[in-house]
T-cell receptor, first 112, second 116 residues
Framework: GIQVEQSPPDLILQEGANSTLRCNFSDSVNNLQWFHQNPWGQLINLFY???GTKQNGRLSATTVATERYSLLYISSSQTTDSGVYFC??????????????FGTGTRLLVSP | DAGVIQSPRHEVTEMGQEVTLRCKPI?????LFWYRQTMMRGLELLIYFNNNVPIDDSGMPEDRFSAKMPNASFSTLKIQPSEPRDSAVYFC??????????????FGPGTRLTVL
């Protein structure tokens, strides 16, 4: 099956710093989503981004589908950004519509 | 909308007991998903439904696991009999599917299951 690798596995930032999280996937994809799991366990969808670039406030994401990677940028980080960030991909419609495969995540800690 | 609703939020049971987890998807969403999250295996898709019909249950670990969706607003995941290795957080998610502008999945708060 498709492999989804995220880096770095752990990241510690001082409040106000910027960061880039990376997601590499081993095959072509139809769908790519970024999620944030907060310290209470809630999974929140951040971006639906199978290709191109999107921005939402301090967060932005870029997916280069032809090179099989996606980047999540966090600018001016805040303590509320702490948690685990997951990348999830849907390989193609033949293997199952919306059948997402999740990466192992990047655990982010933002200290005040 | 209230979002995806799951109950119970926490469940502690003894090995061998039957466990039933419940989920109410977002109204109007055509797809419903059950996931399991553990430290060892991360987030895994167990089964998903489209318009109340199970589409893919290849992620269901064993015959002890079963899922149903009797109508568009309710689904259950049942484990019978439960075992300690079933301890995990179980998430339900729903999606509007192709009718949505973005094909995104919305997750419930999860049920933390502990089997003693």
């Amino acid at each position: 099956g498709i492999q989804v690798e995220q880096s770095p596995p752990d990241l510690i930032l001082q409040e106000g710093a910027n960061s880039t999280l990376r997601c590499n996937f081993s095959d072509s994809v139809n769908n790519l989503q970024w999620f944030h799991q907060n310290p209470w366990g809630q999974l929140i969808n951040l971006f639906y981004i199978p290709s191109g670039t999107k921005q939402n406030g301090r967060l932005s994401a870029t997916t280069v589908a032809t090179e099989r990677y996606s980047l999540l940028y966090i600018s001016s980080s805040q303590t509320t950004d702490s948690g685990v960030y997951f990348c999830a991909v849907e390989r193609d419609r033949d293997t199952g519509f919306q059948k997402l495969v999740f990466g192992t995540g990047t655990r982010l800690l933002v200290s005040p | 909308d209230a979002g995806v609703i799951q109950s119970p939020r926490h469940e502690v049971t003894e090995m061998g007991q039957e466990v039933t987890l419940r989920c109410k998807p977002i109204s109007g969403h055509d797809y419903l998903f059950w996931y399991r999250q553990t430290m060892m295996r991360g987030l895994e898709l167990l089964i998903y439904f489209n318009n109340n019909v199970p589409i893919d249950d290849s992620g269901m670990p064993e015959d002890r696991f079963s899922a149903k969706m009797p109508n568009a607003s309710f689904s259950t995941l049942k484990i019978q009999p439960s075992e300690p290795r079933d301890s995990a957080v179980y998430f339900c998610a729903s999606s509007p599917g192709l009718r949505g502008v973005q094909i995104t999945q919305y997750f419930g708060p999860g049920t933390r299951l502990t089997v003693l």
